[in-house]
């Protein structure tokens, strides 16, 4: 599975660009993650969802997503 934004430089860029996430969540919760190159999207086909994981203080979470988009600036 790749990160859900890039972490490197693109289009021959000189810095790496900053990233957001925003996830909505399907119990309604809404966070929005920066810059988080650990993060991932993943499909379950059984339960016919999408979960996101990620990590905080060394802790991996899984959770049932309703939507997530990525944008970003240039750094």
């Given at each position: ?5 890039p972490?490197?430089?693109v289009?021959g ?10 996830v909505?969540f399907?119990?309604?919760s ?9 993060s ?23 959770t049932?997503?309703?939507a ?8």
């Amino acid at each position: 599975q790749s990160p859900i934004c890039p972490s490197t430089p693109v289009e021959g860029e000189p810095a790496a660009r900053l990233y957001l996430v925003s996830v909505i969540f399907a119990n309604g919760s809404h966070h929005i993650y920066d810059n988080d190159p650990v993060s991932k999207i993943r499909w379950d086909e059984a339960l016919s969802t999408y979960f996101f994981l990620h990590e905080f203080d060394s802790v991996r979470y899984e959770t049932e997503i309703f939507a997530a988009t990525c944008t970003y600036k240039k750094a």
